[in-house]
């Protein structure tokens, strides 16, 4: 739970040895305002993960209280993530996010469907979102009409590292990185989960920083990145 870190573990985290490609181990809210960066990339925690009921009133509250720390230098923000189904309904996390950005004074720029799989799930959906905001004056320049970006549809199906629990294949992201960054920019993961950002931006010459809450999560993460590495 995001309560659970005390401060002493979250100031041994906050001492990076180098400015970028670093992964720390502790809470976004106190480690991601020390850092910089040019873009956001994610996928925000759910209900179970952070500790609250399935509830969007709740979740927008946590969305609105950690979006408002992230500052990415070139405005841009994208978010990977999927509804919920729960107790026959479906739960819309999306505009949970909607809200507490454009609170925020985010503009939506994009929204992409990430399809997962044609089959149907009783207990979850196929297909994720993936939204990209913006503050500020929108120009073109901003992104670079990277081709698998251009589709309103990515049939790109499921993506896991091992046996973590969450996941998505390092296309969804490789997306967004290459159309809306350039080489050598550093890309922000604050849930960096088992490192899938951190393999995207490996793989297209583009830097990265990002935290993990979760003890298991960054170890997984940090042993994934150095197979991306050796």
């Known amino acids: 739970m995001w309560s659970n870190y005390s401060m002493e573990q979250i100031q041994v985290a906050a ?6 490609n670093i992964l720390l181990q502790g809470d ?5 305002p020390t850092l910089t960066y040019d873009y956001l990339f994610t996928s925000p925690p759910d209900f179970d993960e952070v500790g609250t009921r399935v509830a969007l009133a709740d979740y927008q509250a946590f969305l609105y209280e950690f979006f408002s720390l992230f500052q990415p230098r070139l405005g841009i923000l994208s978010v990977a993530f999927t509804d919920r189904k729960h107790q026959s309904a479906v739960i819309p996390k ?4 909607y809200n507490a950005l454009t609170a925020l004074g985010y503009t939506l720029r994009s929204h992409k469907i990430w399809m997962k799989s044609n089959k149907a799930n009783l207990y979850r959906l196929a297909y994720g979102n993936v939204m990209t905001f913006s503050t500020g004056k ?5 992104s670079h009409n990277a081709k ?6 990515w049939n790109v199906g499921y993506g896991k590292y091992k046996d973590y629990t969450f996941g998505m ?3 969804v992201p490789s997306r ?14 604050p849930f960096m989960g088992s490192g899938t950002t951190a393999v995207a931006a490996i793989q297209i010459n583009r830097r990265y920083v990002g935290t993990e809450l979760d003890l298991e999560s960054y170890k997984l993460a940090q042993q994934r990145i150095l197979e991306c590495t050796t």
């Open 148 to 153: 698998d970006f251009a589709p309103d549809i």
């Open 94 to 97: 999306h505009i949970a996010l």
């Open 138 to 142: 929108w120009h073109a320049a901003r």
């Open 169 to 171: 294949p390092v296309s």
């Open 176 to 189: 967004c990185i290459l159309h809306y960054t350039s080489p050598c920019d550093i890309v922000c993961d």
């Open 15 to 20: 001492t990076p040895t180098s400015p970028t």
């Open 28 to 32: 976004a809210r106190h480690l991601v």
